[in-house]
């Protein structure tokens, strides 16, 4: 029994900031109930996006919106928050917040009150001072980054298309990609893929005309799926005419020149960042102890080192991976997100009653990558699977674990219909832009780009 009532505050609705309130929900609901638990979520977006289906997404085999999980729905007994934390002062039990009426009003940030805090504002994007890297490249992180960029590749296969200069028409079929990991190469894999399809369907745009690129500063890609499975990927992306460069980096991409270490120039008008990421800046404003880079300090319990009533886990936190060597973290990936927030959830509810905590511990169950339609590597129990199987595995083990049955059911429809339909290879660019047609007809000034997102 909760002693008296309890005010909860979740900043952050990605993996570990919904999947947390969805157990307190299930763990808490006669507390809930009785009133004597109040969950608060802050978040940016109303909705939790599913990382793993950005590809497909990009590549059109799955629409934006079954990408996301709505919190509202799914989280009917917490109070959402759309805004973002800019402060906190644990020592006080404060957090300092913006919301969409914030400018409206006039008021200035608002302050909220709480007794338990769980930080889980994820990460963002790992940049570097590169000349031309803020001016032109696009990250991979979010749903409107994954349909803009689809949008961009095809409308460079429109501008190569129509246009007399060999320069232009170059740059717009080059492709750069940064980074080897799972976003990287899921990214470039699934674009190659459509791009390659969809160009049937132009007269003067052939396959082996387009330069894709990927940039990878270590010596391997995929290091998840271990060593031999990362040598094969790479030898499938080269039999695909895939540029890849290892221990290779950016330089600089300004003037829409892609400049490489090893002394490489590309033309290009597309550079997709995917290096990396770091911790959210929020953590930086809280009073809580973090390590070298960035992270919370966490106990094996999930709660913040040395501050009571504060919890993380995720991409936010640095907990300790008790399975392996001492002074050994876990890996801030989707797969640990998912299970540090069950073990957060309970936790949290155990403190409330006065019980024992969990010690969170983890099996390794292993890694799966898609390469394109048909393609991919995997890694599972043990057993390493190529192609087809692979490619197969990747799709259920990420319906299995994509929330709620709603989102399962329209995944998999989609599958269905595209298995059964041609691909989609319309470019909607002008979404991006949704008045410029109207402020051109009502006298105003056009953006430089009305119709395009590049």
Same mark, same amino acid.
Request: net charge positive.
């Given at each position: ?40 979520? $802050? ?18 085999? %799955? ?41 409206? *009003? ?5 302050? %909220? ?23 032109? +490249? ?11 960029? &689809? ?33 990287? $190469?899921?990214?470039?894999?699934? !674009? ?27 010596? &391997? ?6 060593? *031999? ?12 005419? %895939? ?5 290779? &980096? ?45 992270? !919370? ?21 640095? $907990? ?27 936790? !949290?509810?155990?403190? !409330? ?47 299995? &674990? ?11 429809? *989609?599958?269905?219909? +595209? ?36």
């Amino acid at each position: 029994m909760v002693k008296e009532r309890a005010r909860i505050l979740i900043v952050g609705g990605g993996y570990v900031g919904m999947y947390t309130a969805l157990r307190l929900q299930r763990q808490l609901k006669p507390e809930l109930k009785r009133g004597e638990v109040e969950i608060t979520i $802050v978040s940016p977006d109303p909705y939790m996006t599913y990382q793993p289906f950005l590809p497909e997404a990009a590549a059109g085999l %799955i629409s934006p919106r079954h990408v996301v999980v709505p919190l509202r729905r799914v989280l009917g007994q917490c109070r959402i928050i759309i805004g973002e934390v800019r402060s906190i002062d644990h020592a006080k039990r404060t957090a300092t917040l913006t919301t969409l009426a914030t400018e409206e *009003e006039g008021a200035g940030a608002e302050q %909220i009150t709480y007794d338990e805090l769980v930080l889980a504002p994820g990460s963002i994007a790992r940049t570097l001072p590169i000349p031309g890297l803020a001016e032109y +490249a696009i990250g991979f992180k979010t749903v409107e980054e994954a349909i803009g960029l &689809r949008n961009h590749v095809i409308e460079q296969m429109d501008i190569a298309s129509s246009t007399r200069d060999p320069a232009i028409r170059d740059a717009a079929l080059t492709f750069v990609f940064v980074g080897g990991g799972y976003a990287g $190469v899921e990214a470039l894999g699934e !674009l190659e893929d459509m791009a390659r399809y969809a160009a049937r369907y132009y007269h003067n745009v052939k396959p082996e005309d387009m330069k894709w690129i990927l940039v990878e500063a270590s010596d &391997r890609i995929l290091p998840e799926v271990g060593e *031999e499975m990362g040598r094969y990927t790479v030898s499938q992306l080269r039999r695909r005419n %895939i540029d890849v460069r290892l221990e290779t &980096r950016l330089n600089s991409c300004a003037d829409r020149v892609a400049v490489l270490s090893d002394g490489a120039r590309f033309p290009t008008r597309t550079v997709v960042w995917t290096a990396g990421v770091k911790p959210h800046p929020i953590l930086a404003a809280t009073d809580l102890s973090l390590n070298e880079r960035g992270r !919370l300090k966490c106990t094996p319990q999930l709660t913040v080192d040395g501050a009571p009533h504060a919890w993380a886990a995720g991409d936010a936190a640095a $907990v300790p991976d008790v399975t392996a060597e001492p002074g050994k973290e876990t890996a801030p990936n989707a797969q640990h997100a998912v299970r540090q927030a069950k073990v957060l959830g309970d936790n !949290l509810a155990h403190t !409330l009653r006065g019980e024992p905590l969990e010690t969170y511990s983890h099996k390794y169950v292993g890694s799966v990558a898609s390469l394109g339609l048909h393609k991919g590597v995997a890694h599972v129990y043990g057993r390493k699977l190529r192609g087809y199987p692979a490619w197969f595995m990747h799709r259920v083990y990420h319906l299995s &674990r994509v929330p709620t049955f709603n989102r399962k059911a329209r995944v998999l429809a *989609e599958w269905t219909l +595209a298995g059964l339909f041609k691909r989609e290879i319309v470019s909607l660019g002008s979404l991006e832009h949704p008045r410029a047609e109207f402020e051109l007809a009502a006298g105003g000034k056009p953006p430089t780009d009305p119709k395009g997102s590049s």
